[in-house]
C-alpha cells in the first residue's frame, strides 16, 4: 500500500519562531500533495495544493506568507509555519496522490503544532 | 463550488448494532466520487468506503455500506455489526472528476463522532 509519512509527529516552539514540517510519500511518487489543517472535533481544512517544480497554490484566506509550501521533489513537501503564534497551533495534515487520473488520496499522520 | 453538510455532529451505538451516519452535498458537477473517511483517536485518516457518481449500485465494503441517492444529493454510510474499533470521527468527503482525471481536492463535511458501546 502507499504510505504518507510526517516529521514530526508533535512540536512545540515559541511564539515568533518558524517551523517546519515535512511530508513524504514513502514508496510512491507523488505529482500532487495538499496540506490541511485541522482544529479539536472539526473537519479538515484545505489550505494548499502543491505540485512538484512549481509554486503552491493556495486556498482563499490562507496566508502565503504565513505557511510556505516547497515541493522540492516527488517525495517530499515541506510546509513551514513562519513567525508562529499561539492562534497557529493546530492538527496540519498532508496527503499526496500517485498521479491525477486515480481519487484515492493518501494521508499522512498528521502533525500536532503547539506555539507556546 | 461544492459543499457537504454531516448534520449529525455525535452519535452513539451499541456493539453489534447497526448506525447510520447521514451526509447530504451541493454541487452542479455530473461527474464526483464520494467518500467515507474514518479518523480514530490516533488521528490517521483512513479511506471506509468511495462511490463514483455514474455508478448507480451502491458500493459495499465488509461491514460498510453507503446509500447514495444522486437525485437528492444524499449518500449516507450505514455500518452493520458495529464493533468498538468503529469507535472515531467519521467525514463525508466530496471530489471533483471530469474527464477520466480528479482535480483532487477534497472537501469534507463537519464531520460525525461515533461511540460503539460495549
Known amino acids: 500500500g502507499a504510505v504518507v509519512s510526517q516529521h514530526p509527529s508533535w512540536v512545540i516552539c515559541k511564539s515568533g519562531t518558524s517551523v517546519k514540517i515535512e511530508c513524504r510519500s514513502l514508496?510512491?511518487?507523488?505529482?500532487?500533495m495538499f496540506w490541511y489543517r485541522q482544529f479539536p472535533k472539526q473537519s479538515l481544512m484545505l489550505m494548499a495544493t502543491?505540485?512538484?517544480?512549481?509554486?503552491?497554490?493556495?486556498e482563499q484566506g490562507v496566508e502565503k506568507d504565513k505557511f510556505l509550501i516547497n515541493h522540492a521533489s516527488l517525495t517530499l513537501s515541506t510546509l513551514t509555519v513562519t513567525s508562529a503564534h499561539p492562534e497557529d497551533s493546530s492538527f496540519y495534515i498532508c496527503s499526496a496522490r500517485r498521479d491525477s487520473y486515480t481519487p484515492l488520496m493518501y494521508f499522512g499522520p498528521g502533525t500536532r503544532l503547539t506555539v507556546l | 463550488a461544492q459543499t457537504v453538510t454531516q448534520s449529525q455532529p455525535e452519535m452513539s451505538v451499541q456493539e453489534a448494532e447497526t448506525v447510520t451516519l447521514s451526509c447530504t452535498y451541493d454541487?452542479?458537477?455530473?461527474?464526483?466520487?464520494l467518500f467515507w473517511y474514518k479518523q480514530p483517536p490516533s488521528r490517521q485518516m483512513i479511506l471506509v468506503i468511495r462511490q463514483e457518481a455514474y455508478k448507480q449500485q451502491n458500493a459495499t465494503e465488509n461491514r460498510f455500506s453507503v446509500n447514495f441517492q444522486k437525485a437528492a444529493k444524499s449518500f449516507s454510510l450505514k455500518i452493520s455489526d458495529s464493533q468498538l474499533g468503529d469507535t472515531a470521527m467519521y467525514f463525508c468527503?466530496?471530489?471533483?472528476?471530469?474527464?477520466?482525471?480528479?482535480?483532487?481536492?477534497?472537501?469534507f463535511g463537519q464531520g460525525t463522532i461515533l461511540t460503539v458501546h460495549p
Open positions: 468527503a466530496f471530489m471533483k472528476w471530469a474527464g477520466g482525471t480528479s482535480y483532487g481536492k477534497l472537501t
Open positions: 454541487t452542479s458537477e455530473n461527474n464526483y466520487y
Open positions: 502543491s505540485n512538484e517544480g512549481s509554486k503552491a497554490t493556495y
Open positions: 514508496d510512491f511518487q507523488a505529482t500532487t
